[in-house]
Nanobody, 121 residues
Framework: VQLQACGGGLVQAGGCLRLSCAASGHSFKSYSVGWFRQAPGKERTFVAYITSSGGAAYYADSVKGRFTISRDNAKNTAYLQMTSLKPEDTAVYYC???????????????WGQGTLVTVSS
């Protein structure tokens, strides 16, 4: 499966953005989707994942209650709705896919190219 993330941009603190992860190829609905982010000079970290059916999701503590992950299998697209953004949310956001939902980035075999989110104070 090939992934393409988009929707990043510059937003003020307290604002919102919705990221999209469009998939092409086979059987998107068979894959769980994760979002990860990488701030400048830091490691890539887990943000959220959603199971293949969309029936369950899991979030990093740092975004819980502010971010919502969802997917539309009919459109082969996953989303990350981000609200109450903080400057510390500034990072390149990546979507990734694999068959077993979890928060370990090393287990994800398919990655999008990343989209930059910048939150100004």
């Amino acid at each position: 499966v090939q992934l393409q993330a988009c929707g990043g941009g510059l937003v003020q603190a307290g604002g919102c953005l919705r990221l999209s992860c469009a998939a092409s190829g086979h059987s998107f609905k068979s894959y769980s989707v994760g979002w990860f982010r990488q701030a400048p000079g830091k490691e890539r970290t887990f943000v959220a994942y959603i199971t293949s059916s969309g029936g369950a999701a899991y979030y990093a503590d740092s975004v819980k209650g502010r971010f919502t992950i969802s997917r539309d299998n009919a459109k082969n697209t996953a989303y990350l709705q981000m609200t109450s953004l903080k400057p510390e949310d500034t990072a390149v956001y990546y979507c990734a896919a694999q068959t077993n939902p979890n928060y370990y980035k090393t287990t994800y075999g398919y990655w999008g190219q990343g989209t930059l989110v910048t939150v100004s104070s």
